[in-house]
């Protein structure tokens, strides 16, 4: 069981900022959030995680509500390379199995 | 190599013959994960292993399915009498540690027929 909700689909111009939002309601204190991504045929790729604090790497921006129910991921100027499924997952760091993917968000970057 | 490798890419076989698929982490990555995706779907998680430890084998679906690690680096994922429901993309990923962000293999698409 997924522990997240994710839009099933989404459309983002290019060059705008991608929002896919992810609600996680449930989350426990100790468990993290994660974010994943895949494109077509390809295995899934890391993107970024957090706990409490937004994060920001090279690939996105992770905002996460101050009571943790809900997150955002944030690419900031999408490509059409950008273009995958996307995977909000939540796991506590003191375990590393039943890394549970729901079905995503499927993001389509349009020129 | 840098990332994770998977063997074979492509695999194709016959309703009821055995298959072994192969995993090679990230060297001095500890754990190592199985999973699994069928067409259109989410990661299925299969099996996970970390260091000495005994594996996770929560998520096999069916004593048909096993996986070793050899040496506490290269494992094999093994499908005895296969059936059509097999048929799927399986992942391998491995993380520096348990609770570490996991990067993911290519995979290795099988095909029963």
Known sequence: DAKTTQPTSMDCAEGRAANLPCNHSTISGNEYVYWYRQIHSQGPQYIIHGLKNNETNEMASLIITEDRKSSTLILPHATLRDTAVYYCIVRGYNYGQNFVFGPGTRLSVLP | ?113
């Open chain 2, 1 to 113: 190599g840098a990332g994770v490798s998977q063997s074979p890419s492509n695999k194709v076989t016959e309703k009821g013959k055995d298959v072994e698929l192969r995993c090679d982490p990230i060297s001095g990555h500890t754990a190592l994960y199985w999973y699994r995706q069928s067409l259109g779907q989410g990661l299925e998680f299969l099996i996970y292993f970390q260091g000495n430890s005994a594996p996770d084998k929560s998520g096999l679906p069916s004593d048909r399915f096993s996986a070793e690690r050899t040496g506490g680096s290269v494992s094999t994922l093994t499908i005895q009498r296969t059936q059509q429901e097999d048929s799927a993309v399986y992942l391998c990923a491995s993380s520096l540690a348990k609770g570490w962000e996991q990067f993911f293999g290519p995979g290795t698409r099988l095909t029963v027929l």
